[in-house]
């Protein structure tokens, strides 16, 4: 059977480097992404791209994104969009996928650093919340789907040079560069290759972790 890959968020930074290294493993992908016209937190947008879909063997939902400032700043606005873009749509994305998977499928949800110790301000309190959201929806659904063998974990990487990055001044960068003990922005490549071993069968007793990729800002 065809190994098909689901990937939320596929045409940006890190969606679309695991959407490479899965195709370069041989998967026949399925994308969503904003970019394609879809919005993955609204289940007919989901259902429509799933349509005619045969089976999944893996999920990865790596869509989202960003607020700023403090808890004074925010408005419903940018909080129901960024929880929306971040948190529902992971939700939405796997109820919608679930029946499609079979056993000993495997489900990817990001999850941040910001969702480990707080966030900031760069970021805002909404994606803290949103990831932090994601850590509890893995745990919950690695219980849950443990009886179909299918293993659901989370990864939560710190800076990634992506497009996300590049809304910083170089002062925001090099203070957020000097919070890495490492000294260093990940690239997405490295987070596609943990996606890729989280997929895989080196990993076929890995359910409900949350697996760090931050060069050391979070050792939790």
């Not at 419903?76 to 992971?90: E, F, H, I, P």
Request: glycine content about 14%; some cysteine.
């Amino acid at each position: 059977m065809a190994k098909i890959s689901l990937v939320v968020g596929g045409m940006g930074g890190i969606g679309g480097a695991c959407a490479d290294r899965l195709r370069a493993l041989g998967h026949d992908l399925v994308v969503i992404d904003k970019a394609l016209g879809h919005d993955a937190s609204d289940p007919s947008s989901v259902r429509a791209a799933l349509d005619g879909v045969p089976h999944l063997t893996n999920v990865v939902h790596a869509a989202g994104s960003v607020g700023e400032g403090g808890i004074e700043d925010l408005d419903l606005a940018q909080w129901r969009r960024v929880l929306d873009d971040n948190l529902t749509s992971a939700l939405v994305v796997t109820r919608a996928a679930l029946p499609l998977m079979s056993e000993g499928g495997s489900i990817v949800l990001f999850s941040s650093v910001n969702g480990r110790h707080g966030g900031n301000r760069l970021s805002g309190p909404a994606y803290a919340t949103a990831k932090a959201g994601l850590i509890g929806l893995t745990r919950h659904l690695a219980k849950d789907q443990a009886a179909r063998r299918i293993r659901v974990n989370a990864v939560a990487p710190g800076p990634v040079a992506t497009p996300m990055l590049s809304r910083l001044s170089q002062e925001e960068l090099d203070d957020l560069r000097g919070q890495i003990p490492l000294g260093r922005v990940t690239p997405p490549e490295e987070i596609a290759g943990t996606v890729e071993w989280l997929c895989s069968p080196a990993a076929a007793s890995v359910t409900g972790a949350v697996i760090d990729v931050n060069g050391g800002m979070w050792m939790g």
